[in-house]
T-cell receptor
């Protein structure tokens, strides 16, 4: 059982470049989300989805886009990377009814 | 929206001592309060959670208490061991809101000295 899988684990970008962080889960969870983790600031919600075709903004959505075409996948897109987006990104999912949020291993992004 | 504050930001204890981490939340509609442990370079993992219909929950050396009136909850670790060293995050969620997202505290780095 793979759980929540994120790729890539590490990425270095130049300012202005675009990229997509991939997230897939095999637990049939309807709810999926993206958080960023910065030192001293905990985990902040970027975007989330309560099911295929439904997405909504979290606490820090600017500079990021998401889509949810299938239950399994929830990619996070950076359209024009900025140094302020240097962070560790975590994808997480849980059942609709609530309970434990399962995290992926994280993706460390550096924007130069 | 919900705001969760967590204290202290760092905590150093001797092996065998107890450790207490405290969190406050702002949204009175929040009714689910999990605690996550994150070891260095790893993903956060749930260690214990509590719902608003109970005041305390224990699991071996870990316990969580909730005071709904004061809007604060705490994590208690007894008989600490070096493997308890990690960053701990509290979180809160209002189950019946449209967002249904967890809001996390800023984290507490716990160091257990052998």
């Amino acid at each position: 059982n793979a759980g929540v899988t994120q790729t890539p684990k590490f990425q270095v970008l130049k300012t202005g470049q675009s990229m997509t962080l991939q997230c897939a889960q095999d637990m049939n969870h309807e709810y999926m989300s993206w958080y960023r983790q910065d030192p001293g600031m905990g985990l902040r919600l970027i975007h989330y989805s309560v099911g295929a075709g439904i997405t909504d903004q979290g606490e820090v959505p600017n500079g990021y886009n998401v889509s949810r075409s299938t239950t399994e996948d929830f990619p996070l897109r950076l359209l024009s990377a900025a140094p302020s987006q240097t962070s560790v990104y975590f994808c997480a999912s849980r059942p609709t009814a609530g309970g434990e949020l399962f995290f992926g291993e994280g993706s460390r992004l550096t924007v130069l | 929206g919900e705001n969760v504050e967590q204290h202290p930001s760092t905590l150093s204890v001797q092996e065998g001592d107890s450790a207490v981490i405290k969190c406050t939340y702002s949204d009175s509609a929040s009714n689910y309060f999990p605690w996550y442990k994150q070891e260095l370079g790893k993903r956060p993992q749930l260690i214990i959670d509590i719902r608003s219909n109970v005041g305390e929950k224990k699991d071996q050396r870990i316990a969580v208490t909730l005071n709904k009136t004061a809007k604060h909850f705490s994590l208690h670790i007894t008989e600490t061991q070096p493997e308890d060293s990690a960053v701990y995050f509290c979180a809160a969620r209002a189950r019946d809101t449209g967002r249904r997202a967890l809001t996390f505290g800023s984290g507490t780095r716990l160091q257990v000295q052998p």
